[in-house]
């Protein structure tokens, strides 16, 4: 087990997530671990970074934040969002066939 002092972003960080949430722990530069849970739309995988919006500056522009896939412990994003993401993925797939088939 890790003992590794955990940092929370947000102060409302609830095992069960409301439904339109993503939480996502990574280790820091300085091996703490970090929580940050936010909106499933500002939470992003792109090459092999997990990218979230982590704040706003001063000038109420977004912050965010890259963390390279290494670093994530793990993501947990509420069930409808993922139900709603394989349903679209089946849908398209769904919608290849059909085209080869034709």
């Known amino acids: 087990m890790d003992a590794t002092p955990m940092a929370d972003i947000d102060t409302d960080t609830e095992s069960d997530l ?13 091996g ?11 939470i992003a995988y792109f090459q092999d970074h997990w990218l979230f919006a ?6 109420g522009n977004n912050v965010v934040r890259r963390v390279p896939k290494e670093r994530v412990r793990y993501v947990e994003r ?9 349903e679209s993925g089946i ?11 034709d």
């Open 32 to 42: 703490d671990l970090e929580r940050a849970t936010v909106d499933n739309d500002r």
């Open 91 to 101: 849908e398209k797939a769904k919608g290849k066939l059909e085209e080869i088939r």
């Open 18 to 30: 409301e439904l339109g949430k993503a939480s996502i722990v990574y280790e820091t530069a300085t």
């Open 54 to 59: 982590y704040g706003t500056d001063e000038d």
């Open 78 to 86: 509420s069930v409808e969002e993922i139900e709603e993401t394989f």
